[in-house]
T-cell receptor
Framework: QKEVEQDPGPLSVPEGAIVSLNCTYSNSAFQYFMWYRQYSRKGPELLMYTYSSGNKEDGRFTAQVDKSSKYISLFIRDSQPSDSATYLC????????????FGKGTMLLVSP | NAGVTQTPKFQVLKTGQSMTLQCAQDMNHNSMYWYRQDPGMGLRLIYYSASEGTTDKGEVPNGYNVSRLNKREFSLRLESAAPSQTSVYFCAAQQVRDTEAFFGQGTRLTVV
């Protein structure tokens, strides 16, 4: 079992839909949880991050972390065609130095 | 402000040839990383350098070597390229204990 599992999709939705993207993980040492967005033929860019459990909202985007279930989610409200991209979850522990562990990424397609 | 710059952007190699992928960052970050991204596999860490003068293996180091030339530059070398090394390679820079990794635009490498 990989440390981080993420459904690769693709996930196709109409413009205006609410999108839910999810990752599960197995390493209980993970404390920082991030979502990166990657447009086609570009490098990933950080979208949001959350420390430990809880919710974080930024405009149309909401990140949720449930450490008891080892489950994280990214919600996109009022999705736009410009949201079409691959979304990668990433995690790391809180120890002195730790690297990021990425999910495989979910491809999202928002049609006008 | 360029951020993380990778060269070349595209490369085709013959099996057995060698090459070096270059990465430079102008953000004064301590840590640098090399990832490969393959369809269905997500981002996998090849090597990283937590700070100038140190390098460590990641998840998939076989067939690669790295050099942290100075704080700005981190190169990845393929000594004898194999078709299995056909991939998109990303370099990233990050401040220690920070949550955000900054990625370059990627190098698309094909080994025939």
């Amino acid at each position: 079992q990989k440390e981080v599992e993420q459904d690769p999709g693709p996930l196709s939705v109409p413009e205006g839909a609410i999108v839910s993207l999810n990752c599960t993980y197995s390493n209980s040492a993970f404390q920082y949880f991030m979502w990166y967005r990657q447009y086609s033929r570009k490098g990933p860019e950080l979208l949001m991050y959350t420390y430990s459990s809880g919710n974080k909202e930024d405009g149309r985007f909401t990140a949720q972390v449930d450490k008891s279930s080892k489950y994280i989610s990214l919600f996109i409200r009022d999705s736009q065609p410009s949201d079409s991209a691959t979304y990668l979850c990433a995690m790391r522990a809180n120890s002195g130095y730790s690297t990021l562990t990425f999910g495989k990424g979910t491809m999202l397609l928002v049609s006008p | 402000n360029a951020g993380v710059t990778q060269t070349p952007k595209f490369q085709v190699l013959k099996t057995g040839q060698s090459m070096t992928l270059q990465c430079a960052q102008d953000m004064n970050h301590n840590s640098m990383y090399w990832y490969r991204q393959d369809p269905g596999m997500g981002l996998r860490l090849i090597y990283y350098s937590a700070s100038e003068g140190t390098t460590d293996k990641g998840e998939v180091p076989n067939g690669y070597n790295v050099s942290r030339l100075n704080k700005r530059e981190f190169s990845l070398r393929l000594e004898s390229a194999a078709p299995s090394q056909t991939s998109v390679y990303f370099c990233a820079a990050q401040q220690v204990r920070d949550t955000e990794a900054f990625f370059g635009q990627g190098t698309r490498l094909t080994v025939v």
